[in-house]
């Protein structure tokens, strides 16, 4: 009986799972005259048109694309030239060769190239196959700059904040932010430290993005709605508390395993819902622990 239940649970997930995949939905929202994000599955897609033609940052995974350009179409009939990645991730870059097809450049830091050309191997360690023509062509290391359909389009790299290939693009005439991964709105963010993350580029990727935006910009997190400079200041506070709270507790000598158990490092924000998502609270913990003692 006790086989038959569980059997019948993960039948009926399986089911979920199927049905969420067949229904992806893309919900497209005006952030400015002539910028949209895109909400599908996976990281948010940032979209700029004009006589120029098409801007696009990321593009999530390639079985959607036809759903991402049937979105597309419907903001502009104009080629897709450019494709910013933000980094590397499956989430953001999936749809890459799909997109170089549709005759995009695509522009990413070095790092995600260099990611991407070596992702030799599957998960469960079985050859996977590198296909060049969802590399980025364009690399850079520090910033470039695009002047595309009147507006200059600021991309800068951040380091070591979600991966070590993070880019932050910035259009300046939209006052449009997309802040792939280095910003999750409202959650406990992934940091991925063995693509080389960190705790403390996380936060200061938070500080710069701060810095060169105002009251009226559209910030797009990499995943969750649209955010603002105000939501931007609670969420690096949120991470300023939380990693202040776990040098303490790491100053005085606690264990891993103690410290991953220890809730009061993260309380104050696991009630305000940031461990709801993707990252629990446990999960946040284990990741500042890791970040903050790796020499
Ligand atoms: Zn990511």
């Known amino acids: ?167 932050i693009v910035y259009l300046t005439g939209s006052n449009v932010l997309h802040m792939g991964d280095t910003h999750f709105n409202g959650r406990y963010p992934y940091i991925d430290l063995n693509a080389g993350g960190s705790i403390e580029g996380y936060i200061s990727a938070n500080k710069k993005a701060l810095i060169i935006i105002n009251e009226d910009t559209k910030i797009i997190p990499g995943h969750g709605p649209i955010a603002s400079k105000t939501s931007l200041e609670a969420y690096i506070k949120m991470l300023e508390e939380i990693t202040a709270n776990a040098k303490a507790k790491i100053a005085r000598g606690l264990s891993k395993e103690d410290f991953i158990k220890d809730t009061s490092i993260t309380k104050t924000y696991d009630d305000q819902g940031y461990g709801s998502g993707f990252i629990n609270s446990e999960r946040m913990r284990a990741t500042l622990y890791t970040s903050l003692t790796k020499k």
């Open 1 to 167: 009986m006790k086989f038959l239940i569980s059997f019948l649970a993960l039948a009926l997930s399986f089911s979920i799972l199927n049905a969420q995949q067949k229904e992806v939905i893309i919900t497209t929202e005006k952030l400015s005259d002539n910028t949209y994000v895109l909400f599908g599955r996976g990281g948010n897609i940032g979209i700029q048109t004009g006589e120029d033609g098409v801007f696009m940052i990321d593009d999530q995974f390639a079985n959607i694309t036809p759903k991402i350009l049937e979105a597309i179409r419907k903001l502009s009939d104009k080629p897709i030239r450019f494709l910013q990645n933000t980094h590397h991730h499956g989430d953001h870059t999936g749809g890459n060769e799909n997109i170089a097809k549709q005759g995009a450049v695509i522009v990413a830091h070095e790092n995600v190239r260099k990611r991407m050309a070596n992702n030799t191997k599957n998960r469960d360690g079985s050859p996977r196959e590198v296909i060049k023509s969802a590399l980025p062509v364009i690399t850079f290391k520090e910033d470039v700059t695009f002047h595309f359909n009147d507006e200059d389009i600021i991309v800068f790299h951040v380091h070591n904040a979600h991966t070590d290939g993070d880019a």
